[in-house]
């Protein structure tokens, strides 16, 4: 976990985080810690808290004619390819409506083809150089070894994992859906998708061949500075041996994963690989790589359903020699948003188990008190627990009093701000980040689905909520 250093975006919020704000705009880590604006009319009376229009950093012209968009996370200058799909997927019904705004998605998707073309493994990037940004130093990345090794200038992080890769491509396949446009489809895009299977391929082998020799493709060891500690193994982490599932070093916190085979990652990816394929064949191209992300996607699926599940409950994490960590991570993907990714039906009683053990002492990242509870990361810190592991909860459930019990557990634990926070402390309510845009905009992709399978819960005249109205 990435305690007082994790990604966001302004988009959440209203703002999208295009860089060169006016100089007198006062920076949102400022700004959202105070109530701004006029109050709401609702039972919390909560503050107004978009930037004032000319602070707003998005200007569709400059997209446009750039046709490449840099989403900062945060009080970094850097882009997170798991964090701007999430930023993004409130959006997508809005896109077909706003050309500007779709403009933007397509730009942020060419970015994101440029980085994962040259550095696969990696999550986290430095502006474009047309931007005219310099790059900005991580010093948390200062005593870090990571091979195959990454330019600085273009990379500000390069741990590897697989759920990054599935952001790039729900915001491709989320975009297209929305649009039809599959302009964004170009040379660029392609190599992309062919490092992706490169990743793919070399992370679901065994760690060790057949003659125990070490078969390395990555390895990361951190160091003097490094916020996450060394991973064992000379930077490979625990062994593996093959089952269908494909590797992962951190978890979506950026916890060091236990065992490699992260089992929600992989459900992400088996899910996002069948869209990917769906967008192929809808467009008629590459039917070589439309095939290859069939065959990836059911073998994954199968290898869940048959390596991971014991007395139906689903690990968090497996190794494939029978290891097994029964668990569950704050951040998606995690166990919980298995429905909210499109896994499986929140009715499936594997999930349901699961569910029931997450959400209680039998999940060890799970914690209660006085004034928050659910799920949270990094043992140490386990007092500190994240409204997003609530907002899952409530994307699994069709129980009106669950969901409704979630829902205020987070809408009264915002400080009196009305924006989402990192973590929240269940001693104390004390919370991390002011500005952690993600969490706004799963927030907010919950409310207008709410809006549209439980009106009743959310609004006085009962009506289900049409985009664009
Ligand atoms: C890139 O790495 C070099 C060599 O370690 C270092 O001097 C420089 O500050 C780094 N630049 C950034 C932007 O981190
Ligand atoms: C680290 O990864 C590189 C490939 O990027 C590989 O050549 C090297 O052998 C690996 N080293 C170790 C110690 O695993
Ligand atoms: C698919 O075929 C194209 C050429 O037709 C090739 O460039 C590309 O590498 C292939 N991709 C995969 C994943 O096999
Ligand atoms: C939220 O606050 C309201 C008003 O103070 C209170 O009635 C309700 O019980 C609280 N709900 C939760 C889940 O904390
Ligand atoms: C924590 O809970 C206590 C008791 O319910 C309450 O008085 C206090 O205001 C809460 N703290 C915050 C920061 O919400
Ligand atoms: C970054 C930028 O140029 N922002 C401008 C976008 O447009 C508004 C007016 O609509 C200006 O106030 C911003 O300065």
């Not at 990555?218 to 062994?239: D, K, Q």
């Given at each position: 976990m990435?305690?007082g250093?994790?990604p ?7 703002a ?26 609702g039972?919390l009376?909560?503050?107004y808290?978009?930037?004032a ?9 400059s ?8 989403i ?6 850097a ?12 959006y997508h019904?809005?896109?077909?409506g706003?050309?500007?705004l779709?403009?933007l998605?397509?730009?942020?998707i060419?970015?994101e083809a ?6 696969p493994y990696c999550g ?14 991580n ?6 070894t ?16 697989i759920?990054?890769l599935?952001?790039?491509?729900k ?11 599959s302009?964004f489809m170009n ?17 679901s082998?065994s ?6 020799n ?5 390895n990361w060891?951190g ?12 930077g ?7 089952t269908?599932?494909?590797?992962t070093?951190?978890?979506p916190s950026?916890?060091?994963s236990?065992f ?7 459900a992400m990816?088996?899910?996002e690989?069948?869209?990917l394929?769906?967008?192929?064949d809808?467009?008629?191209?590459a039917k070589?790589i439309?095939?290859l992300?069939r ?8 290898a ?7 007395d ?15 668990m569950?991570d ?5 166990l919980?948003?298995?429905?909210y990714l499109?896994?499986l039906k ?24 006085k ?5 949270g990361?990094?043992?140490a810190?386990?007092l500190?627990i994240?409204p997003m ?8 459930t ?5 969901i ?10 915002t400080h ?9 402390s ?6 991390t ?11 907010a ?5 709410l ?7 959310i ?5 289900p ?5």
């Amino acid at each position: 976990m990435r305690l007082g250093f994790a990604p966001w975006v302004s988009a959440a919020v209203g703002a999208s985080a295009l860089l060169g704000a006016a100089a007198q705009c006062p920076d949102f880590t400022t700004y959202s810690q105070s109530p701004q604006g006029n109050p709401s009319s609702g039972p919390l009376a909560l503050p107004y808290m978009r930037p004032a229009p000319a602070c707003r950093t998005f200007n569709s012209t400059s997209v446009e004619t750039e046709n490449l968009a840099f989403i900062i996370t945060g009080d970094i200058t850097a882009q997170w390819l798991r964090d701007t799909a999430n930023q993004f997927a409130h959006y997508h019904t809005l896109l077909s409506g706003d050309k500007e705004l779709a403009t933007l998605v397509k730009a942020v998707i060419n970015n994101e083809a440029r980085y994962v073309s040259q550095y696969p493994y990696c999550g986290a990037f430095q502006p474009p150089p047309e931007s005219g940004l310099a790059p900005s130093h991580n010093d948390w990345a200062d005593g870090v070894t990571v091979n195959p090794p990454v330019n600085n200038q273009t990379v500000f992080e390069c741990k590897y994992e697989i759920d990054s890769l599935c952001g790039f491509l729900k915001l491709s396949r989320s975009y297209y859906q929305a649009t039809k446009d599959s302009s964004f489809m170009n040379s660029n895009w392609f190599m992309a998708l062919d490092q992706i299977f490169r990743v793919i391929w070399e992370q679901s082998q065994s760690t060790f061949d057949d003659d125990f020799n070490l078969v390395s493709y990555y390895n990361w060891t951190g160091g003097n500075g490094a916020l996450s500690p060394a991973v064992n193994n000379a930077g490979n982490g625990e062994p593996k041996l093959y089952t269908g599932l494909v590797g992962t070093h951190h978890r979506p916190s950026d916890d060091l994963s236990t065992f490699a085979f992260l089992v929600p990652a992989n459900a992400m990816l088996s899910v996002e690989l069948t869209n990917l394929a769906n967008i192929l064949d809808a467009t008629k191209q590459a039917k070589n790589i439309s095939q290859l992300a069939r065959k990836y996607s059911s073998t994954i699926t199968n290898a869940i359903w048959t390596t991971t599940i014991v007395d139906s409950i689903f690990a968090y994490e497996t190794n494939g020699f029978g290891g097994r960590y029964v668990m569950d991570d704050a951040n998606v993907p995690s166990l919980l948003s298995l429905p909210y990714l499109g896994f499986l039906k929140k009715t499936h009683p594997a999930y349901v188990a699961t569910r029931k053990l997450l959400l209680s002492r039998k999940n060890p990242y799970y914690a209660a008190g006085k004034n928050f509870s659910g799920i949270g990361c990094d043992l140490a810190l386990q007092l500190f627990i994240r409204p997003m592991s609530q907002i899952s909860a409530i994307f699994g459930t069709d129980d009106d009093k669950e969901i409704m019990q979630s829902l205020y557990l987070i809408a009264n634990n915002t400080h009196g701000l009305g924006l989402i926070h990192e973590s929240i402390s269940i001693y104390d309510g004390t919370y991390t980040r002011p500005w952690f845009a993600w969490a706004n905009s799963y927030f907010a992709e919950m409310l207008l689905d709410l809006a549209q399978r439980k009106p009743y819960l959310i609004f006085k005249d009962n009506k289900p909520y049409t985009p664009g109205q």
